[in-house]
C-alpha cells in the first residue's frame, strides 16, 4: 500500500521533491532532539544556578540601571531590549521606571518566572539571541551580567552580535556587559566551597583553549549533582574586532556597575555602550 503511494508520488515529480524534503526535516528534527544540550542549557535553567548566584539580586540590577539610566537617559517612550535576561531584574526594574522594554532569553524556567511581572509595556518571551528577533525596533538593546561568550565558535558570537545590531533602531545604543577576563584570570582561585542556603558549592576553575571553564558540584537532598559553566576570556581587542564585524562602534568603555573609567588591571566589568556603525 506505502509502495504504491511511494510510486503514484514518483509519478509527480514536484511532490517527490516535497516529500524527499519532509523526510530530511524529519531525519533533521529527530538528530536535534536526540542531541546533548549545551552546558547554558542545563545550567540557567536549574534553580541552583539562581542558588548559587542570589548576591547577584534585584539591589545589584537596579544600582547598574539607575547609574546607566542617569548615562544614557533614555527617552520617556523608548523602546528597550533585555537579552538574555534571566528572570527579569533589569528589565523589570525598568518597567518600573516608567520604559516599553522586552526581555528574551533561552531558559523556559526562567521567562516562565519573569511572565508573571509582565504587563501592556512589559513582555518575554524565550528565544536564542544567535537568531534575528526584531529589526530596526529598539532604542537600547541590553545584554547584562556575562550573558555572552558561552558558543564555542567566535563565528556564533558575531552572528548574535549581528542580531543585536540588527535589533536596532539607526540610532539605537548597546550595552554589553562583560567580565573583566585579564583581571579574573590573573587571580583566579582554582578551588572553593561556598556554601549558600545550605548547600555546598564546590567550585574548581581551570583556563583551557581561552575559556575559564568553572565545574560546579553538590550534594542536594541526597543527590549529587555536577554543572559546568564555560565562559570565552575575551579581552577589550576581541570584542573590537567582534565590534567591527557587526558593524557596532564603541562610543565608551566602563568597568564597573559604578561607570567608573575600564581599566584592565583593576576593573571588575567590561561594560561597552556601542552604536551602530554608519547610521
Ligand atoms: C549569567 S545569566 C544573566 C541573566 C540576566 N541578564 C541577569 O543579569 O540576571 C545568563 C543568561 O543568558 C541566558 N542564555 C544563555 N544562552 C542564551 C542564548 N543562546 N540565547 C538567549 N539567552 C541565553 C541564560 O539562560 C541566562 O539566563
Same mark, same amino acid.
Given at each position: 500500500?506505502? *509502495? &504504491?503511494?511511494?510510486?503514484?508520488?514518483e509519478g509527480y515529480p514536484m511532490l517527490n521533491v516535497c516529500f524527499n524534503f519532509a523526510k530530511l526535516a524529519i531525519f533533521a528534527l529527530l538528530i536535534k532532539?536526540?542531541?546533548? =544540550?549545551k552546558w547554558f542549557h542545563n545550567w540557567f535553567n536549574s534553580p541552583y544556578y539562581h542558588i548559587l548566584y542570589q548576591q547577584r539580586n534585584d539591589a545589584e540590577a537596579e544600582f547598574f540601571i539607575d547609574n546607566l539610566c542617569a548615562y544614557l537617559k533614555p527617552k520617556a517612550n523608548s523602546r528597550l531590549l533585555d537579552i538574555a535576561c534571566g528572570r527579569g531584574r533589569h528589565a523589570i526594574y525598568l518597567n518600573k521606571n516608567g520604559y516599553d522594554i522586552t526581555g528574551i532569553d533561552l531558559s523556559i524556567a526562567?521567562?516562565?518566572? &519573569?511572565?508573571?511581572?509582565?504587563? /501592556?509595556?512589559?513582555h518575554f518571551y524565550v528565544h536564542d539571541m544567535r537568531y534575528l528577533f526584531y529589526i530596526n525596533y529598539f532604542d537600547i538593546a541590553f545584554n547584562l551580567f556575562t550573558s555572552f561568550g558561552y558558543f564555542e565558535t567566535d563565528y556564533d558570537h558575531v552572528k548574535s552580535l549581528r542580531t543585536f545590531q540588527k535589533a536596532l533602531k539607526p540610532d539605537g545604543l548597546l550595552v554589553l556587559d562583560y567580565f573583566n577576563s585579564h583581571k579574573i584570570i590573573t587571580n583566579l582561585t582554582a578551588q572553593e566551597v561556598?556554601?549558600?542556603?545550605?548547600?555546598?558549592?564546590?567550585?574548581? =576553575?581551570?583556563?583551557?583553549? /581561552?575559556?575559564?571553564?568553572?565545574?560546579?558540584?553538590?550534594?542536594?537532598?541526597?543527590? &549529587?549533582? *555536577?554543572?559546568k559553566e564555560q565562559v570565552k576570556a575575551y579581552r577589550f581587542n576581541d570584542f573590537k574586532l567582534f565590534f567591527e564585524q557587526s558593524e557596532l562602534e564603541i562610543v565608551h568603555c566602563f568597568g564597573s556597575y559604578n561607570l567608573e573609567e575600564f581599566d584592565i588591571d583593576n576593573s571588575d566589568r567590561l561594560i561597552f555602550i556601542c552604536k551602530k556603525a554608519h547610521a
Amino acid at each position: 500500500m506505502f *509502495a &504504491a503511494k511511494i510510486r503514484n508520488i514518483e509519478g509527480y515529480p514536484m511532490l517527490n521533491v516535497c516529500f524527499n524534503f519532509a523526510k530530511l526535516a524529519i531525519f533533521a528534527l529527530l538528530i536535534k532532539s536526540n542531541m546533548p =544540550k549545551k552546558w547554558f542549557h542545563n545550567w540557567f535553567n536549574s534553580p541552583y544556578y539562581h542558588i548559587l548566584y542570589q548576591q547577584r539580586n534585584d539591589a545589584e540590577a537596579e544600582f547598574f540601571i539607575d547609574n546607566l539610566c542617569a548615562y544614557l537617559k533614555p527617552k520617556a517612550n523608548s523602546r528597550l531590549l533585555d537579552i538574555a535576561c534571566g528572570r527579569g531584574r533589569h528589565a523589570i526594574y525598568l518597567n518600573k521606571n516608567g520604559y516599553d522594554i522586552t526581555g528574551i532569553d533561552l531558559s523556559i524556567a526562567s521567562i516562565k518566572y &519573569a511572565k508573571e511581572f509582565e504587563n /501592556n509595556r512589559l513582555h518575554f518571551y524565550v528565544h536564542d539571541m544567535r537568531y534575528l528577533f526584531y529589526i530596526n525596533y529598539f532604542d537600547i538593546a541590553f545584554n547584562l551580567f556575562t550573558s555572552f561568550g558561552y558558543f564555542e565558535t567566535d563565528y556564533d558570537h558575531v552572528k548574535s552580535l549581528r542580531t543585536f545590531q540588527k535589533a536596532l533602531k539607526p540610532d539605537g545604543l548597546l550595552v554589553l556587559d562583560y567580565f573583566n577576563s585579564h583581571k579574573i584570570i590573573t587571580n583566579l582561585t582554582a578551588q572553593e566551597v561556598k556554601t549558600v542556603d545550605g548547600i555546598d558549592f564546590h567550585i574548581n =576553575k581551570i583556563v583551557e583553549k /581561552n575559556k575559564i571553564i568553572k565545574t560546579i558540584e553538590f550534594v542536594h537532598k541526597h543527590k &549529587a549533582f *555536577a554543572f559546568k559553566e564555560q565562559v570565552k576570556a575575551y579581552r577589550f581587542n576581541d570584542f573590537k574586532l567582534f565590534f567591527e564585524q557587526s558593524e557596532l562602534e564603541i562610543v565608551h568603555c566602563f568597568g564597573s556597575y559604578n561607570l567608573e573609567e575600564f581599566d584592565i588591571d583593576n576593573s571588575d566589568r567590561l561594560i561597552f555602550i556601542c552604536k551602530k556603525a554608519h547610521a
